[in-house]
């Protein structure tokens, strides 16, 4: 059994940190925004991990994939935030992927018309943040449209996302993460290819 | 730094985690009111409870807070509040718009306009716009999702078709990005335009309700109204008696008992500021402008 990663130093004001970093990104979809985020154990992102800290608890219900769902990623997440890891996406709150091929983000909860805020909110890790293939943004939080690149993202996801945009105001909010970055793309922006 | 005895900004961590959840769903619907484990906060509700939860849960120590009441930085509510963050968080306080990054407010948006980095945090005593038109909670919740909101206009249709026009001119309802009907708080209808597509987050907390709600920035507000009723906001028609402003809001206020009034800035900070840069009003130099003329 090898020691377990640290967690926050100091978890109000590092928690505080980033959860404003956070709110900024989701406010401010397709701007890529980077945490002071402590050592996670991989796979499991920088920035994945500090998100986790910030607001995963034992309220909060955690689904991982077949990725990052390794022993030292769910003791790490359940010494430092006492969440629950569930094995089915449709309970997830929280939605932590690293795999690139078979997302089962049609299986997340997108909440109901009376409370679309039941719904999951999906961590997903890509290769990069600033670089690779453009995706167009439109939505509340962007001026007009705006461009993000990204590297390594999963199979399908503009197709879904492009389905996910349809249910409005049900839907999954997602935060792109690639080590310390993250861009947030809540439901409300829609993306296209270009 | 903070208070010692309490956790960083009053508010326990669990709790925080709690409303940052909230508040990310709420950014992620804008307009659309999430239901919170709203805490007790060592005032009553009605104090602004809602939206100091909301500023505890997203205060950090770098961040600089103004605080207004009906756009007055000197009353007992706005000074209680910013004392009370000044204790627990050991930030720094400011009565300048430009400087705060994050401004808390009870009933007025500052007429300075606001920038990008700037959150503005609304205390709500009623989050729910059809609260007066229906009061079961599972009926309203029921319109909003499907997007129901023809009571709300025969509610204005009703005003024209008595008063001539619509006679809402405070927490005048709003319809946010083209999808969700919001109360906007007690903000006069002057305010609304400030919503529109603000570069500033605007976030909504009711303590008593338990409700959290938000704009993102460059979102669009609509005031609701009718193409041969277009909007209106209202405004006293009359310049600032102490600095002369004829585009801000304007306070009322009785100055003798004879019937005597005069109209000031209720933004406190914009009055200051111009008065300061010369700029006066018919009654300058009245008790009212306080000991600096």
Redesign the interface.
């Given at each position: 059994m090898t020691a377990l990663a640290p967690g926050f130093v100091d978890?109000?004001?590092a928690?505080?940190?980033v959860?404003?970093r956070?709110?900024d990104a989701?406010?401010?979809p397709g701007m890529v925004v980077s945490l002071e985020a402590p050592p996670a154990p991989p796979p499991l992102a920088l920035a994945a991990g500090a998100i986790a800290l910030?607001?995963?608890?034992a309220?909060?219900a955690v689904w991982l994939d077949p990725a990052l769902r390794t022993a030292e990623v769910v003791a790490w997440l359940r010494f430092h935030t006492g969440c629950r890891i569930v094995g089915a996406a449709e309970d997830a709150?929280f939605a932590f992927a690293a795999d690139t091929v078979a997302l089962p983000f049609d299986r997340l909860p997108i909440g109901?018309?009376?409370?679309?805020?039941r719904?999951a909110?999906a961590v997903v890790q890509v290769a990069r943040l600033g670089a690779g293939a453009p995706l167009c943004l439109a939505?509340?939080?962007?001026?007009t449209t705006t461009r993000l690149h990204v590297q390594g993202l999963p199979a399908g996801f503009v197709a879904w996302r492009a389905r996910n945009h349809v249910a409005?105001?049900r839907?999954v909010?997602v935060v792109l993460v690639a080590g310390t970055q993250i861009a947030g793309l809540?439901?409300?922006t829609a993306v296209t290819e270009g | 730094m903070s208070l010692p005895g309490y956790n960083f900004a009053y508010l326990d961590e669990q709790t925080k985690r709690m409303i940052r959840r909230a508040l990310l769903k709420a950014v992620a619907i804008p307009g659309y009111q999430v239901p919170f484990a709203s805490r007790e906060m060592p005032l009553a509700y009605g104090w602004g409870t809602g939206g100091m939860q909301v500023t505890a849960a997203v205060i950090g120590p770098d961040d600089v807070l103004k605080v207004i009441d009906q756009g007055a930085d000197d009353t007992t509510n706005a000074v209680s509040i910013r004392r009370f963050f000044a204790l627990t968080a050991g930030v720094r306080t400011t009565e300048r718009t430009v400087e705060a990054t994050i401004i808390q407010t009870r009933h007025r948006i500052p007429e300075t306009p606001l920038t990008a980095g700037q959150i503005l945090v609304y205390q709500v005593p009623q989050p729910e716009p059809l609260r007066k038109l229906e009061p079961r909670e599972t009926e309203t919740r029921r319109m909003h999702a499907l997007a129901e909101y023809g009571l709300m206009h025969v509610k204005l249709y009703e005003d024209i078709a008595r008063h001539g026009r619509i006679t809402l001119s405070y927490d005048y309802p709003v319809l946010v990005n083209g999808r969700h009907v919001m109360a906007p708080s007690p903000i006069p209808s002057f305010d609304n335009p400030k919503m529109h597509r603000s570069p500033a987050l605007q976030l909504f907390g009711a303590g008593r309700e338990k409700r959290i709600y938000a704009v993102p920035p460059y979102t669009s507000v609509e005031s609701l109204a009718f193409e041969d009723h277009p909007f209106h906001p209202w405004k006293a028609n009359a310049p600032c008696g102490l600095c002369g402003a004829t585009d801000s809001y304007l306070d009322e206020v009785v100055v003798d008992d004879r019937g005597g009034r005069l109209f000031v800035c209720s933004d406190t900070d914009h009055c200051t500021t111009r008065r300061a840069a010369g700029h006066r009003g018919a009654a300058a130099g009245h008790a009212l402008a306080g000991a600096g003329e």
């Open positions: 978890p109000p004001l928690a505080q940190a959860f404003r956070l709110l989701m406010a401010r910030t607001l995963c608890d309220d909060t709150a109901s018309d009376e409370f679309p805020d719904s909110t939505g509340p939080g962007i001026e409005y105001p839907g909010d809540p439901r409300s | -």
